[in-house]
């Protein structure tokens, strides 16, 4: 494959799809409850309700959105620091945009523009960098976000500003990592998952190894996936795959981009510039132990957390706002009771209905389809699998009762893809 339309064949997508079908019919376990399968990344998540990716699969086989937006998972409390920093009449802010409209307690960084603080979006930290050097009598501040996949770039900028002795340019940092975000959803009680769509972006940064553990240690199956519809289906078919031989391996069907020992190059930036937090704290799953980054001493003069006062208040979401149930894949994005009313992408409460890679935007963007009957479909199949069941415990004298089913979808409408891949 070298073009963008060979990986959107109508035709192997419903070769995959069959196949899928094939696969899941011989898996036990999904004749009594939806197979569970978590795509960390919100990319994955985009290219799913934009292709109609769910709607070619089978009903015993469930996507669960993860954690894998980092503008999603900003706690508002550093929403707040940002804008505190941002309104410092002696600083010019950078962002990337999808930071922007991210709610703090009292505003996004595109109100706090709109007041009159100088905030400009940018592509890339070294734009931030640039505007330091055309503004030497201005601090510039570039906030500095994302997981592993934008941490070189901002690590590699860093060592530009001191070589160049660009004293104006600071970084406000909330790098954050993969791993124990997955770790921390892994050993959730909340959560019941069956495989697992890794991040494709982190992973050509990281590698394929870091994930081991997940198969090794929780048995749970890995994919490292592509964004393109038919490396999703391919990457939900190896998963299953997986499951229906009893397997529990990494495997990487992004392989085109994704190093097995990652960037080497990349990685050693990182190592440089950063090192780990004692915690981090994220919207919607609290405190993670060593799952941000800091600047480390060498590079003191560059960290606008030493720079300047940062107020670093910890800030609780507004309670209508369930963005942390979502993140966790506890509910999905419809089942938020302000979903599409008063949380919507002109007016957000949440940052997910903000961000590009949002689940909350996802669902909203891409159409509404009543998935009522495939939820009808589900629970009349469940239902049947516990009635046999509390029939067998009868006949062999349990005592027990069966275990209850998950709590399924009924009778709503969730938002999903108005196209297809066909």
């Known amino acids: 494959m070298k073009y963008v339309d060979e990986f959107r064949d109508p035709e192997k997508a ?38 109609g990716i769910q709607q070619l699969l089978p009903d015993a086989v469930e996507f669960v959105h993860g954690p894998g937006c980092p503008v999603c998972v900003l706690p508002m ?11 410092r009449d002696d600083v010019i ?70 070589a160049q002795n660009v004293g104006n340019f600071s970084l406000f940092c909330n790098h954050i990592t993969i791993i124990p975000t997955i770790k921390a959803i892994l050993d959730s009680p909340d959560l019941h998952l069956d495989g697992f769509l890794g991040p494709g972006h ?28 038919l490396d999703v289906l391919q990457s939900m078919w190896m998963v299953l795959r997986q499951i229906a031989e009893g397997r529990c391996e990494v495997e990487n069907q992004y392989g085109r981009i994704v190093p097995e020992d990652g960037n ?98 996802a669902y909203y963007h891409y159409g509404r389809i009543d998935t009522s009957r495939i939820d009808a479909r589900r629970s009349a199949r469940q239902a049947a699998g516990a009635a046999n069941a509390e029939a067998v415990a009868g006949c062999l004298g349990a005592a027990g009762a069966t275990a209850a089913a998950p709590p399924l979808i009924a009778n709503t409408v969730a938002a999903s893809t108005a196209r297809g891949v066909t």
């Open 14 to 51: 419903q070769t995959l799809a069959k196949e899928i079908r094939q696969l899941v019919s011989r898996i036990e376990r999904a004749k009594q409850r939806p197979l569970q399968i978590m795509e960390v990344c919100g990319g994955h998540t985009h290219t799913i309700f934009r292709y």
């Open 77 to 87: 409390g550093r929403v707040d620091d940002c804008v505190a920093l941002a309104e």
């Open 93 to 162: 802010f950078t962002t990337f945009g999808d930071a922007m409209r991210v709610p703090g307690s009292k505003k996004s960084l595109l109100k706090a523009k709109a007041d009159g603080a100088d905030v400009r979006m940018v592509y890339s930290p070294l734009d931030a960098l640039k505007i330091a050097r055309l503004n030497p009598d201005r601090e510039v501040i570039f906030f500095g976000l994302g997981f592993e996949t934008t941490m070189p770039s901002t690590a590699m900028t860093v060592l530009q500003a001191r």
């Open 202 to 229: 982190v992973s050509m940064v990281i590698g394929t190894r870091p994930y081991d553990f997940i198969a090794r240690h929780y048995r749970k199956p890995v994919t490292v996936a592509g964004f393109e519809p």
């Open 264 to 361: 080497a190059q990349a990685l050693s930036a990182v190592t440089r510039v950063f090192e780990m937090r004692e915690f981090f704290e994220w919207r919607g799953l609290g405190s993670i132990d060593h799952s941000g980054v800091r600047v480390r001493e060498a590079f003191a003069a560059f960290d606008a957390e030493r720079k300047f006062a940062v107020p670093n208040v910890k800030i609780a979401d507004p309670k209508a706002c369930q963005c942390g149930e979502v993140l966790k894949g506890v509910i999905k994005p419809h089942q938020c009771k302000v979903f599409g009313t008063a949380c919507t992408p002109e007016s957000p409460l949440g940052s997910l209905m903000v961000s590009s890679e949002g689940a909350c935007a």
